[in-house]
């Protein structure tokens, strides 16, 4: 983390008259920081059998490695998504962005994710919580709410989808 994102410094004047600093830490920040160590150290104890989880050298990113659900265009791949977490994690949701090229419904060109679990955010909400619904979302897309596809028979959107998962999503096994 920044140090400037962890420390908040304050100008006072002691009562004889000599200016000093006063350092608070930022206590969201330092909640943050205490819910990830714990969800990571909860991955480590328990893994979940779709995927795994990893921090970066910064706690508030972490890369995440996403195994295609079975019985969908996506099987056989594995996705690598980024999160990025707020200061305020876990008030606030993190960004979620698909690193690997995927052809979905719900995820833009750019890896951008439309769920419902990011508008209906609360902060008992976990990244297993995210996880699983970001699997649920590979197994059943909305394309009702599409960023890709919308023009495509359900035939040749799951042949482009398999495709891609093909092209893009091997590599990383």
Known sequence: MMLSRVLRFKCKTSSFGVKYYEI????EVMM??????REYREFMLRPVPFGSVAPTDNLL???????GPEGTPYEGGVFELEL??????????PQI?????????NISSSGGVCTTLLSDWR??????????????????????SAYNGRELSSHQYEEKAREWTRLYANHLR
């Open 32 to 37: 943050a920081s205490e819910r990830l160590r």
């Open 84 to 93: 990025v977490f707020p200061d305020t994690y876990p008030t606030r949701y």
């Open 61 to 67: 990113v972490w890369k995440v490695l996403l195994n």
């Open 24 to 27: 608070d830490l930022v206590w």
């Open 97 to 105: 962005k698909f690193k690997t090229q995927i052809f979905h419904a």
């Open 123 to 144: 902060p008992t909400d976990t990244v297993l919580t995210i996880l699983l619904a970001i699997n649920n979302m590979l197994c059943a897309p909305n394309r009702d």
